[in-house]
């Protein structure tokens, strides 16, 4: 069975940290790049980061650039990202997925469950 469990998210004050993660299970790992991607009430989803684990190659959206890291451990099939400097426009549901490439095109292979991070002002 395909999963990707998302887990992680809560409730923190402005300037905050939080780390999220995502357990993949029932496919290989290596053959997907992995995104987080989020979506706010009444806003458009907007893709935050993706790690591709077998070059290690990395993005971020200009919004997160310098406070979120995006990290892998193939050993556990998981990817993790690091949510440091948190704001209030950070507050969304996040969730992971597994695609072919990280593109703009959100055409996910796999997609978990999200899980909400609220930051407080």
């Known amino acids: 069975e395909v999963q990707l469990q998302a887990s992680g998210g809560g409730l923190v004050q402005a300037g905050g940290s939080l780390r999220l993660s995502c357990a993949a299970s029932g496919f290989s790992f290596d053959d997907y790049v992995i995104g987080w991607f989020r979506q706010a009430p009444g806003k458009e989803r907007e893709r935050a980061s993706c790690i591709s684990s077998s070059d290690g190659s990395r993005y971020y959206a200009n919004s997160v650039k310098g406070r979120f890291t995006i990290s892998s451990d193939n050993a556990k099939n998981t990817v993790y990202l690091q949510m440091n400097s948190l704001k209030p426009e950070d507050t969304a549901v996040y969730y992971c997925?597994?695609?072919?490439?990280?593109?703009?095109?959100?055409?996910?292979?796999?997609r978990g469950q999200g899980t909400q991070v609220t930051v407080s002002s």
């Open positions: 997925a597994a695609l072919f490439g990280c593109t703009s095109e959100y055409d996910p292979v796999y």
